[in-house]
């Protein structure tokens, strides 16, 4: 199974951003970035395999790109707002899919904080 490493995640106030960095320790097919906010359920956020996908929340201001001779996939993130707090994980997967049971492997998760 490919190891996952995400960085990046800090604190931010209301209409600024972050890049979320995800280290691959191998080829991946498709990576997903999921997010987890305190009490709620993980969601996916977006993800990449020959496509890119957004969730609905995040379209407009999130954009996901591959580096693939580094094996890093990145997360920028602009104009975030408060609601975009929680863990942020990246997982690895055959194609995209916005369901956690699709992904193989996970990473640690980077904690996005967004103050209003």
């Known amino acids: 199974q490919v190891q996952l490493v995400e960085s990046g995640g800090g604190l931010v106030q209301a209409g600024g951003s972050l890049r979320l960095s995800c280290a691959a320790s191998?080829?991946?097919?498709?990576v997903g970035w999921f997010r987890q906010a305190p009490g709620k359920e993980r969601e996916g956020v977006s993800c990449?395999?020959?496509?890119?996908y957004y969730v609905d929340s995040v379209k407009g201001r999130f954009t996901i790109s591959k580096d693939n001779d580094k094996n890093v996939v990145y997360l920028q993130m602009d104009s975030l707002k408060p609601e975009d707090t929680g863990v942020y994980y990246c997982?690895?997967?055959?194609?995209?899919?916005?369901?956690?049971?699709?992904?193989?492997?996970w990473g640690q998760g980077t904690q996005v904080t967004v103050s209003p």
């Open positions: 997982a690895s997967a055959r194609h995209c899919s916005g369901s956690v049971a699709g992904y193989d492997s």
């Open positions: 191998g080829f991946t097919y498709a």
């Open positions: 990449i395999d020959v496509s890119t």
